[in-house]
């Protein structure tokens, strides 16, 4: 579909607020420009003209937001899912990641990831390459070219790393890191954000050259934080200095603020401090219950971040977790919720549905401005779902197929799929 205004028909859901959905039987979305001129029982007679794309007896509800995820590693998810994470990123990620220096296997492998990405309920994602610039020049091109609107980072990491994924030094690093945002400037969909991989792997010398560059250049920033009770302790014994672990970015000018848009990923064991300062910040939380799990890394406590106010969305931190759907990430948020309220912490009362549906659609969708939102002014991103094959003699509600779509959806259940306005299938 080359027109970026038109009407959907069909059975419509999406949040109003972390804890309320808003759904509608037979209703209209009108896109007018790409954006939402918003949801009606009826459709008023001003967009009689607009061409009606007609799915009703299907759900219609906004497309999902990624905020974390490495695509290098889709090639090897679900092995070494019995490590923990120190261990899991010698033994796989570094050798693994080394391997994007042939633009061949690059090419190749991003490929696939960029194809099975478009295909899936994502719309819009934050994503790590590797250190390589040509590499990860690659896949932008290819993300571009998809459709999808994603932010993409080359990974900065000079130290504490036996592979040839990392680089020389501080100095090869950045002249690396501004040659690639010299050769992504002409991309309309894919955007640049900064990506040290973890305060371990980055030297004193290289985050401030990163935090000098991104005050120049006014860029976003993405890193993983507080994932892991080995790499806080192993933070500590690099930067002595530091109060806590988020204190180091902080230190360096790569957390959050007005100028520097900042996606944290994990957050599990934050302490009150870098709890209070991510709020003052606007840094985003990227929650990961999957590759928290799997990686034995625990529980981010996200009922108490969005009791506090803090943004919050979902990621499917590929390859430690194992699954591009963000519908999947959804049910084990709230899995994992209840463990933690019932074994850790019974003050924080498990994620609801409607929390999670938020998170996968408005939290993370706020990264990228107004989106995730059917709401008037937000942008166009919609996902129509095909729920037939779990019909049967009970009549359930809207709300109720929504809810049943977070546990069962599978990928053949997406019949089309819109970003800004745009028709990816």
Not at 368 to 377: I, K, M
Request: charged share 25%.
């Amino acid at each position: 579909m080359k027109t970026t205004s038109f009407v959907l028909r069909g059975d419509l859901a999406y949040s109003l607020s972390p804890t309320q959905w808003r759904t509608m039987s037979n209703g209209f979305l009108v896109c007018v420009d790409g954006r939402s001129a918003g949801v009606f029982e009826q459709l008023p007679e001003r967009y009689d003209d607009l061409p009606l794309l007609d799915f009703s007896g299907k759900l219609i509800v906004p497309g999902l937001v990624d905020l974390h995820a490495h695509a290098p590693q889709y090639t090897y998810r679900a092995l070494g899912m019995d490590l923990e994470l120190l261990d899991w990123l010698s033994l796989h990620t570094f050798p693994a990641e080394a391997r994007y220096a042939d633009l061949n296997f690059a090419g190749a492998a991003y490929d696939r990831f960029v194809d099975d990405l478009r295909k899936s309920f994502t719309t819009r994602a934050c994503l790590f390459a590797t250190s390589h610039t040509d590499a990860t020049l690659l896949l932008m091109e290819k993300l571009e070219e998809s459709g999808l609107i994603t932010y993409v980072g080359k990974v900065n990491m000079d130290r504490n790393c036996d592979s040839p994924a990392r680089e020389e030094n501080a100095v090869r690093s950045l002249q690396e890191t501004v040659r690639w945002l010299d050769g992504c400037s002409s991309f309309r969909r894919t955007s640049p954000i900064l990506t040290p991989r973890f305060i371990p792997s980055c030297t004193d010398e290289l985050m401030e050259d990163l935090g000098a560059l991104q005050r120049e250049r006014k860029l976003p920033v993405q890193s993983h934080l507080s994932e892991n009770q080995s790499e806080i302790e192993w933070v500590q014994q690099l930067c002595p200095w530091s109060k806590y672990y988020g204190d180091a970015y902080d230190h360096f000018g790569l957390f959050g603020g007005a100028d520097c848009p900042t996606i944290m990923a994990h957050c599990v064991h934050s302490p009150e401090e870098e709890i209070a300062l991510m709020k003052e910040r606007g840094v985003f939380v990227a929650h990961c219950p999957e590759s928290n799990a799997n990686l034995a890394s625990g529980v981010a406590p996200v009922r108490r971040f969005l009791e506090e106010g803090l943004r919050v969305g979902l990621g499917s931190d590929i390859a430690g977790g194992t699954q591009l759907s963000l519908f999947k990430a959804m049910a084990l948020a709230v899995q994992v919720s209840k463990l933690r309220w019932r074994l850790v912490d019974q003050s924080l009362a498990p994620l609801t549905a409607a929390e999670v549906f938020w998170l996968g659609t408005v939290g993370g969708g706020s990264f990228f401005g107004q989106v995730g939102s059917f709401a008037p002014g937000y942008e166009l991103d919609a996902l129509v779902l095909d729920d037939t094959r779990l019909a049967g003699p009970h009549r359930h509600t809207v709300s109720e197929r929504l809810e049943q779509m977070i546990y069962l959806s599978e990928d053949a259940d997406l019949t089309a799929k819109f970003v800004a306005g745009r028709r990816l299938l």
